[in-house]
């Protein structure tokens, strides 16, 4: 896959996911970038919305997307990759997000454990889209 293509990808990934969280922000009153705020201070990740009742259904209709499911297929020799090689991917996923949602990544930066709340964020995916596939 090309660069290119691959940023493409997690753009579309990464939009996928921050709408879920969206959507979990709307039901709490609060916009994305405070929901956000408030997971990385209470050290939530992905696999608490996966593994919560209330939220499963949000998780099962992301995953179930036909746009999702071909990235998944695209994607899935990622999901074996080493948590050390995902710590060091991070900073390509920061600048990702940073080309899609800049105040967002401003709230992971600067919040104390930010960046290691997304790596977590990044490895609890990894598993999560497993067993998708």
């Not at 800049?102 to 490895?123: A, H, K, R, S």
Request: glycine share 6%; charged share 30%; with cysteine.
């Amino acid at each position: 896959m090309s660069s290119y293509m691959k940023k493409v990808s997690a753009h579309l990934f990464l939009r996928r996911v921050f709408r879920v969280l969206d959507d979990v922000a709307k039901e709490e009153n609060v916009t994305l970038l405070e929901h956000v705020s408030n997971m990385i201070k209470s050290g939530e990740t992905l696999v608490y919305y996966a593994d919560s009742e209330k939220y499963r259904g949000q998780i099962d209709d992301l995953f179930g997307r036909s746009s999702v499911r071909f990235l998944l297929g695209r994607s899935k020799g990622y999901f074996n990759t080493p948590e050390s090689d995902i710590r060091e991917a991070l900073p390509w996923w920061m600048d990702r997000i940073k080309e899609i949602n800049p105040d967002l990544n401003y709230v992971i930066v600067v919040e104390p454990n930010g960046q290691e709340w997304f790596v977590q964020m990044c490895i609890d995916l990894t598993k999560i889209c497993k067993g998708y596939i």
